[in-house]
Each structure stands twice: as C-alpha cells, then as structure tokens.
C-alpha cells in the first residue's frame, strides 16, 4: 500500500499545499463514508467545489498529528485543480480497496509526512525592516529553524542554521577561503577538527546547546596553544560560562551570543549606514546559501532575503 501512495504522489504530484489539503480531506470522507467513494458525492450542491474542503477541515487533521502551521489560508478549497485531484485521488483508493483492505490510518500518516516535508522543503526568510535591529533578523531565522526542528523531530536545524550564519559571517569579513566549511552533521570528533572554523590560532565552536564535550575541546585547544572562542544561543550563553567556570577554564574561553556576533559585524560591515547594513545583509545570505549548496544536501536549510 505505501509503494503505491509513494508511485501515485510521484506521479501525481501530491506534494503541493492544494493537492496535499484533498487527499486530507478526502481521506476523512473515506473514514466516515468507507470505501469505494463516489466522487460526484464529494462535490458541493452547485458542484464547482470538493465537499467540506476548506481550512478548518484540513487544520483539525494537522492538529490530530500536533502540527500548528497552516497549510493553506484556504484549505485548498480554491485551487482550480482541486477537484481533478479528488478525482484522481478517489480513483487511486477505490482501486487499493478493490485489491484489499486499506489501512486508512498508515495513508493518513503517509500524508502527514508529506506535510512535514511540505513544511522543511520551504526557505528560511529574513526581512530587512529599517524599524528593526539587526539582531532581530538573526534571532527571527534561528527560530523559524527551532519551529521547524519541533515539528520534525530528529532534524536539527538550528544547529546547521547557527554554524552556517557564523561561517557565511566570517567569510564575508574576512573573504572566502581562510577556512574550510564542513556539513553539520560532520561532527570535530569524526574528522579531527579543532573547531567548526580554525582562524589563524582561534578555534571556533558554534552550538545551539553546548556541554561538557564542547568544554572538553576547548581545553584540548588551550593545550595545543590555540584559543578557543563558543558561539551560542542567549540560552546557551548561561550554560557554556557555567560549564568553563565548573571546568577552570572561566577566564581562557571566550563565548559569545550569536545574535550579538553578527549583527555588531553587519554594523561594522556596512559602515553603520543604512544602505551598507542593507548590502552587509544581502552578502552575508548570499554567501550562506553559497555554503547550503557546497556542503548541505537539503536545500530547505537557504534563506531568502526579503527587502
């Protein structure tokens, strides 16, 4: 049955917010009415709609399954294609149900993956707003990457969000090339890294939750000669001075807040003039997107710079 919910979406092209709010809807109709379905029977009375396609209906599925996000303003309901779809659609479950049962709960779950995925597959946006400070822009990306973590669990986000800011950062004050990127699954331990940026004898570590391990490299910097630097969340902040201080290392790490850590060089970068924050801006998403493409395989990890 998965296999070919997985041909028909593929075939289909199921995965758009229009087509993924019929098959929700369409499936309730299946648990409440069984199968086979009618299709002429999910049209409204004038015919021009699919029946109880809207908003509401499509949110309290999401709602089921603990996602919050909308997935349409409309649920679908004035997509042109939407009722070719439930055609289609109730074509492909009637002829699963002609073969056997069909388990409506593992085609429920199918589609609520397909949401998830809907979701992640979207850019990150930062929106440059004059009224605005530009840690706001940073701080408003970083959670936009902990709500998209929450709703897809064991995707971390924030943490690849946070290293590549900081790397795209570094390489806009200092240009490109002074240091190598890596993924942000590839982890200092695997590859013998002394941080996720060396810079001359400065070991940079970026972390949404920093512990005793980042702590542990740390020290192993301050023993090869080199001096390490943490960057973290304003949570994290409080963490990481308490772990050096509980370490002895108090005095011997710098940590800094991410916010503070770009925005002060984005000030620094565009001259502390409105046209050049504007510009500092644009080129230090550019260059992290530039990144998400050299090293990242999921490109929902971008941003888009809106002005």
């Known amino acids: 049955m998965l296999t070919a919910l997985r041909d028909f979406n593929k075939d289909r092209k199921f995965n758009r917010k229009g087509p993924l709010c019929v098959a929700l809807v369409v499936t309730q109709h299946a648990r409440k009415m069984g ?21 509401g209906a499509v949110q309290a599925v999401l709602n089921r399954h603990g996602i919050t996000r909308v997935l349409a303003a409309e649920g679908g309901r004035t997509s042109r294609g939407s009722i070719s779809n439930m055609r289609e659609y109730v074509a492909f479950l009637n002829g699963q149900a002609a073969s056997g049962a069909v388990d409506l709960d593992a085609v ?48 971390q986000y924030a943490g690849a969000v946070l290293q590549h800011l900081v790397g795209a950062k570094l390489d806009c004050a200092l240009g490109a090339g002074n240091f190598e990127h890596n993924s942000f699954s590839t982890s200092d331990a695997q590859s013998g890294r002394n941080g996720d940026f060396f810079i001359g004898d400065v070991a940079i570590h970026v972390t949404t939750a920093p512990g005793e391990a980042v702590i542990g490299r740390c020290r192993d910097n301050i023993d090869n000669g080199h001096r390490p630097i943490i960057v973290t969340t304003a949570r994290g902040l409080t963490v ?68």
Do not use: C
């Open 108 to 155: 429920e779950a199918f589609w609520i993956e397909r949401v998830h995925e809907f979701f992640s597959a979207k850019p990150f946006k930062i929106r440059l707003d004059a009224s605005r400070s530009l840690r706001t822009l940073v701080r408003d990306v970083i959670a936009q990457a902990e709500e998209r973590q929450r709703n897809t669990p064991g995707m």
């Open 35 to 55: 199968l086979p379905l009618d299709p002429d029977k999910l049209l409204t009375d004038a015919g021009g709609q699919v029946l109880g396609l809207g908003k």
């Open 240 to 307: 990481a001075e308490g772990l050096a201080e509980n370490a002895g290392l108090g005095e011997r790490i710098d940590v800094f807040e991410v916010e503070q850590f770009v925005a002060l060089n984005l000030y620094e970068l565009g001259k502390f003039a409105a046209e050049g924050r504007r510009v500092a801006v644009g080129d230090v998403v550019t260059r992290y997107n530039e990144i998400v493409e050299e090293v990242e395989t999921d490109p929902s990890l971008k941003i888009e710079f809106r002005q």
